[in-house]
């Protein structure tokens, strides 16, 4: 099992910046690849960006340029810097972590950006 606990959200004005964390705990050897997805209120939850086990990095289209994700496998974390925030990057954004037979999710942190 893996365990995620999120942390970092809060709210910035538009054009702000907030550094997410994601904490990873349980059989860590067994993740593949740590994912940050995001929730808007009455939205479907949207794939943001992804960090491979050997650092290959890959984002959507609308945080491209302005967010960045990293990991430092010592400490077991994962972080999505964000830069440039829109008030449509409100939401609830989740960690996840891809395993062999699934995915664990965290329980989310709330992030709101204010115009």
């Known amino acids: 099992q893996v365990q995620l606990v999120e942390s970092g959200g809060g709210l910035v004005q538009a054009g702000g910046s907030l550094r997410l964390s994601c904490a990873a705990s349980?059989?860590?050897?067994?993740?593949?690849?740590m994912e940050w997805f995001r929730q808007a209120p009455g939205k479907q939850r949207e794939w943001v960006a992804a960090?491979?086990?050997?650092?290959?990095?890959n984002y959507s289209g609308s945080v491209k340029g302005r967010f960045t994700i990293s990991r430092d496998n010592a400490k077991n974390m994962v972080y999505l810097q964000m830069n440039s925030l829109k008030p449509e990057d409100t939401a609830v954004y989740y960690c996840?972590?891809?395993?062999?037979?699934?995915?664990?999710w965290g329980q989310g942190t709330q992030v709101t950006v204010s115009s």
């Open positions: 996840s972590a891809d395993l062999p037979l699934g995915t664990a």
């Open positions: 349980g059989s860590i050897f067994s993740i593949r690849a």
């Open positions: 960090i491979t086990r050997g650092g290959t990095t």
